[in-house]
């Protein structure tokens, strides 16, 4: 198993946290209190967690992970609780209204596409 360093984990998720697309340096405190929500956490433990202070609990994980877009495995072995190589924090990607989608909880295939064609229809409009 990894060595458990809470800074290594803050510094995973926070890098994870904003390659998600929370904004979690703002001063008003948004993305930290959206990710908090997503990963069903208090906003307490979250920015202690991404302070470096603490790693969280191993029930924390899983919805962690969701929230982060990132492999559950990959919390496990940065958390130290799983073996293996520590992975590096994704990089920024784009969001794309599949993952928006996914990330409301909207699953089923027909549901992500009409989804996705009201994005593209809000999104002419807005150039309009």
């Known amino acids: ?12 998720v926070t890098e994870a946290a904003r390659a998600a697309g929370y904004d979690i340096d703002s001063p008003r ?3 930290r209190k959206a990710l908090a929500e997503a990963a069903r956490m208090s906003a307490a433990s979250v920015s202690r967690m991404l302070a470096g202070k603490t790693v969280v609990q191993a029930e924390s994980l899983r919805p962690l992970a969701a929230a982060l877009d990132v492999p559950y495995e990959d919390l496990l072995k940065v958390a130290g609780l ?33 989804f996705e ?4 229809a809000l999104q002419r409009a807005e150039r309009e």
């Open 29 to 31: 405190g948004g993305g």
């Open 1 to 12: 198993m990894n060595d458990p360093s809470p800074e290594r984990f803050g510094r995973y």
């Open 117 to 120: 064609v009201l994005v593209a």
């Open 82 to 114: 799983l073996g293996g190589p520590a992975p590096e924090p994704p990089e920024e990607r784009p969001l794309t209204p599949a993952v928006a989608a996914r990330r409301l909880g909207i699953r089923a295939s027909e549901h992500v596409a009409a």
